[in-house]
T-cell receptor, first 114, second 112 residues
Framework: NAGVTQTPKFQVLKTGQSMTLQCAQD?????MSWYRQDPGMGLRLIHY???????DQGEVPNGYNVSRSTTEDFPLRLLSAAPSQTSVYFC?????????????FGEGSRLTVL | SQQGEEDPQALSIQEGENATMNCSYK?????LQWYRQNSGRGLVHLIL?????REKHSGRLRVTLDTSKKSSSLLITASRAADTASYFC????????????FGQGTILTVHP
């Protein structure tokens, strides 16, 4: 049982490049989410999904795209990377919702945009 | 921003002492959760307290919730060096599925 798996763990991009951060969970969780963590800012919600085919915006969605075609996968796409998107990105999932239970986190993807 | 505040931002204590961290939030909540993050790792859930609960215990952890003051506290008793980590509170509210809004965290250092 792997839990929440994020790839890649580290990535360096140039401004304007695009990339996808992958997230997969094997716990049959309905709720999945992406956060970014910046020094002094805590974690901020980017996008979340309450089930396959359903996504919604969080606090800081600009510059990011998501889709949820399966229960297991929730990729985060950076459309045109900017230095302001340098951050640590965490994917997290919950069985039904954060109302009923806790989040399970991946180990993070550390992104640097030059 | 709907982020709450955590206090103190950093806490340094000796092994065996108790550590208390406080959290305030801005909106009505369904529950409040505490997480721990070791350096360079993902967050790990510690405890969840619902809005109709006032106190909850789990091992050496004690969490209180005061919805009238929109605040919570996390007490770690008899701290160990292995408790050194960042601690975050997060509140869940809003829609039926909810969004979890995190505070900025408290960095706890426990000296052996």
């Amino acid at each position: 049982n792997a839990g929440v798996t994020q790839t890649p763990k580290f990535q360096v991009l140039k401004t304007g490049q695009s990339m996808t951060l992958q997230c997969a969970q094997d716990m049959n969780h309905e709720y999945m989410s992406w956060y970014r963590q910046d020094p002094g800012m805590g974690l901020r919600l980017i996008h979340y999904s309450v089930g396959a085919g359903i996504t919604d915006q969080g606090e800081v969605p600009n510059g990011y795209n998501v889709s949820r075609s399966t229960t297991e996968d929730f990729p985060l796409r950076l459309l045109s990377a900017a230095p302001s998107q340098t951050s640590v990105y965490f994917c997290a999932s919950s069985y039904l919702s954060v109302i009923t239970g806790e989040l399970f986190f991946g180990e993070g993807s550390r992104l640097t945009v030059l | 921003s709907q982020q709450g505040e955590e206090d103190p931002q950093a806490l340094s204590i000796q092994e065996g002492e108790n550590a208390t961290m406080n959290c305030s939030y801005k909106t009505s909540i369904n529950n409040l959760q505490w997480y721990r993050q070791n350096s360079g790792r993902g967050l790990v859930h510690l405890i969840l307290i619902r809005s109709n609960e006032r106190e909850k215990h789990s091992g050496r952890l004690r969490v209180t919730l005061d919805t009238s003051k929109k605040s919570s506290s996390l007490l770690i008793t008899a701290s160990r060096a292995a408790d050194t980590a960042s601690y975050f509170c997060a509140n869940a509210g809003g829609t039926s599925y909810g969004k979890l809004t995190f505070g900025q965290g408290t960095i706890l250092t426990v000296h052996p």
